[in-house]
């Protein structure tokens, strides 16, 4: 097995690179993923990957081999590449304080509109339009992955799925979610080739989001807390919802709000 020792090593100053550079994720096709929970979701959501790095005083090779038994493959690996890596440049790779000895390279999926299709004929669907912040994006996810919804799809997005912040604060939860990205006009476009019903969570000709119908095919969409949805999907909607504030402000955070909208059409559905 391959061993790293030094930081100054020119795979690990790519992968330094990798781990802060969009532009570098994008060209490569591929991201760090950090984390036993995080690499052992990738990998059961059919992500590939093509190496994995372990600092062996936290992660053994008894553990390394248990989480890679059923690593995937392209058609030109014929075994995974596992390098053994010194605590130096394991400390150079790691996003996080806390950690668990293990990182590895996935290769990016395209999360492409034209690729996603849905295995009911009745979807639930949750829209964000562009959000900016990593920690929102991953709260977004995790709050579909919990509600088991059929797509989550980014419209004009601000930052790359892979971004090691929206991994972390996701819990990994960006690859147990169906997810797609495209601009506003081709999600809304897609939408209407699906007669999929648009509900948009905006404070203009909005009725209270608990006296409307999910349990038709449906997307709820949520904006950004500055600004909130673009003109294009308030043209669109098939009903704007807002949820009753009673307190003193008039907005909450998109990730909340995107819970409390989510939940109630699961609610409706039976929680099925």
């Avoid at 969570?201 to 904006?223: E, N, R």
Wanted: hydrophobic share 40%.
């Amino acid at each position: 097995m391959k061993e790293i020792t030094s930081p100054q090593n020119t795979y690990i100053k790519q992968l330094v690179q990798l781990k802060d550079k969009s532009r570098e994720r994008k060209k490569t096709g591929t991201f760090l993923i950090e984390g036993v929970r995080e690499v052992s979701l990738a990998l059961e959501g059919g992500y590939e990957l093509e190496t994995v790095l372990f600092y062996s005083d936290l992660f053994s090779e008894e553990q390394l081999n248990d989480l890679t038994s059923n690593v995937r493959l392209s058609a030109v690996e014929t075994q995974l590449n596992c390098i053994e890596v010194s605590k130096e440049v394991y400390q150079k790779l790691a996003y996080r304080d806390t950690t668990e000895g293990v990182l590895a390279v996935g290769k990016s999926k395209t999360n492409s509109l034209s690729d996603l299709s849905f295995e009911t004929k009745n979807p639930l669907i949750l829209i964000a339009e562009a959000p900016e912040k990593p920690g929102n994006i991953g709260a977004i996810l995790r709050t579909a992955d919990a509600a088991n919804v059929d797509a989550v799809i980014i419209a004009n997005p601000k930052t790359d799925l892979y971004n090691p912040n929206i991994i972390r604060s996701s819990v990994g939860c960006v690859f147990t979610n169906r997810i797609a990205t495209g601009n506003t006009s081709e999600i809304i476009d897609f939408l209407k080739s699906k007669n999929i019903a648009v509900y948009c969570a905006a404070l203009q000709a909005s009725v209270d989001y608990h006296t409307q119908d999910f349990k038709k095919p449906t997307a709820i969409v949520v904006g950004t807390e500055a600004t909130g949805l673009s003109d294009a999907w308030l043209e669109n909607s098939t009903q704007n919802i807002i949820i009753p504030m009673q307190g003193e402000i008039d907005s909450m955070n998109v990730s909340v709000a995107a819970g409390i909208l989510i939940f109630e059409a699961k609610r409706q559905r039976g929680f099925k």
